[in-house]
């Protein structure tokens, strides 16, 4: 009898997202490889996991451990790994070349999973909408895509990049259609950040853990479908129509972070955002790169205006300002639309709430040492949304300004007035995105097909 090939084994370096993904479309169900542990990083409290045996596959009858990413150099001994796969998005090239350089030193190769291994086919046309960083302006774009789409006669239905830090056997396939649906799958702030501005228009979103399942939910409902990117990474269904915001606050970005610049190579239709706000040179610099890198893209330049529903609550006050989570954490930014909107409404003071932080949130400063005069809408869990409701409601200011795009009232008991702070994509000039996606409409076989 020949000798049984020797599977081998394979060590998945993520954050509750891609690497998942990667799993289940390359390896759940390939002999040739035995993933031996997923490792966490960039969201509290996803280690000491086990990815469920009921979504791990016949292969895998005791599921997955996920370990810690520091203890990737024992994790390689102790297990005997052959392959380490990076798989997780909003961090510098530099960053994952010390990665690899770890694995090398321990004797394993380095993998980058790339699209024609990882994207799934839709029968439904995709439009994607990506970016180079965390903040760019995804997701006003998002919606604006979503609108334009609608007002054009098409069912719409968003799928969303993954954030399942919870019960991974309850978010297979999660559908949102109302509010209710967000309590019943207790979802983090993050999460609802996402979701809510689509519930607001009456759309559907996906997301979950198993996307060729969400994709084949999704198409049953869809004329076309919207992926919308989280952090900079690359859809995981291939695109019939790719956009890409770029920010040029962070000039050089687009091509200095994975897999920012996958995507900023990749792109059909490249925005530059914020350039309202943002110094000329810096806008040069990013149509520059675009000349240079994907000269064939077509370019977007926009501006992202803010609106607060109660600007007179502003003026005069001391106020607490709560940004966007991860544009303000891993996307490195120190400020956000809640920051803008304090100084545009004249704000008497904006409050530093690192005195009145408890908990995690006290841990996420020391993490994050850049942020300073704002507070991260942290939640990724009961506790510490929990602890982020004490930590506002301790501090002394006049007026909480709400720069993310969740309303925290939905879930808080906030003890003094909150104003909301919303934004939306404006296209400066021509080409617009509405042009874009008529022509696209006309040209897309997939719809031609349904007609």
Known sequence: MAEQKKRKRVVILGA????????????????????????????PDIEGRVYPPELAGELYPNGIPILPEDDLEKIIKEKDVDIVVFAYSDVSHEHVMHLASRAHSAGADFWLLGPKSTMLKSKKPVVAVTA??????KSQTSRKVARLLQEMGY??????????????????????????????????????????????????????????KI???????????????????????????????????????????????TNFRSADVIIINKIDSAPPENIQKIRENIEK????????????PIFVDKPELIKGKRVLVVEDGPTLTHGGMSFGAGYIAAKKYGAKEIVDPRPYAVGSIIETYKKYPHLSNILPAMGYGKKQIKELEETINRADADVVI?????DLRRFMNLNKPAVRVKYELE?????????????????????KKKE
């Not at 954030?163 to 209710?180: I, N, S, W």
């Not at 990117?229 to 994975?258: K, M, Q």
Request: charged share 30%.
């Open 16 to 43: 509750a997202g891609r690497d998942f993904h990667n799993f289940n479309v390359f390896f759940r169900d390939n002999p040739e490889y035995e993933v031996v542990a997923f490792t966490a990083t960039q969201i």
């Open 402 to 406: 709400m720069g993310t795009p969740v």
């Open 427 to 447: 296209e400066i000039g021509t080409p617009k995105l509405k042009d874009i996606l008529e022509e696209w409409v006309k040209k897309c076989e997939k719809l």
């Open 215 to 261: 994709l084949r939910e999704a198409e049953k409902e869809a004329d076309i479908i919207l992926w919308d990117g989280g952090n900079n990474d690359f859809p995981f269904y291939e695109p019939d129509l790719w956009i890409v915001v770029t920010d040029p606050h962070r000039p050089g970005h687009e091509l200095t972070h994975h897999p920012g610049e």
């Open 155 to 212: 069912k719409v239905v968003a799928v969303r990049h993954p954030m399942p830090y919870g019960d991974l056997r309850k978010q297979v396939v999660q559908r949102f259609a109302t509010f209710e649906d967000l309590d019943k799958h207790e979802c983090t702030i993050e999460e609802r950040e996402e979701y809510e501005p689509y519930l607001e228009r009456g759309m559907v979103v996906y997301a979950g853990v198993d996307y060729e």
């Open 293 to 304: 890198i994907n000269p064939n893209a077509i370019v977007i330049e926009a501006a992202s």
């Open 132 to 137: 180079v960083r965390t903040g760019c302006g």
